[in-house]
């Protein structure tokens, strides 16, 4: 059973920083994508950062230049450093893995909430 366990949420006063890391669990052969995910209260999903499976990173718009995913491939882990956090970077962040086993499955975490508010 593959998990992603996700933590570092939190609230934070606007131009704070924040990380948040998702780490992934379980039987798999092969990491495809991970990334970051945000819903915003009351707007669609959106994507926020995400390494793909040529290890290419993308950025969502609205954060490039003030968030950084990295990753440690011996843990599994992702992280994403988020700095000059705004108002409207209020969020549940998701992390989001597909993962290789005998087919590619899409796994989510539970989300963690990303409040930056005064």
């Known amino acids: 059973q593959v998990q992603l366990v996700e933590s570092g949420g939190g609230l934070v006063q606007p131009g704070g920083s924040l990380t948040l890391s998702c780490a992934a669990s379980g039987s798999y052969l092969d990491i495809n994508t991970m990334g970051w995910y945000r819903r915003p209260p009351g707007k669609q999903r959106e994507m926020v950062a995400a390494?793909?499976?040529?290890?290419?990173?993308t950025y969502g718009h609205s954060v490039q230049a003030r968030f950084t995913l990295s990753r440690d491939t011996a843990k599994n882990t992702i992280y994403l450093q988020m700095n000059n956090l705004k108002p409207e970077d209020t969020a549940v962040y998701y992390c989001h893995a597909n993962l290789f086993s005998s087919s590619t499955t899409d796994y989510w975490g539970q989300g963690t909430q990303v409040t930056v508010s005064s």
């Open positions: 390494f793909s499976s040529g290890k290419t990173i």
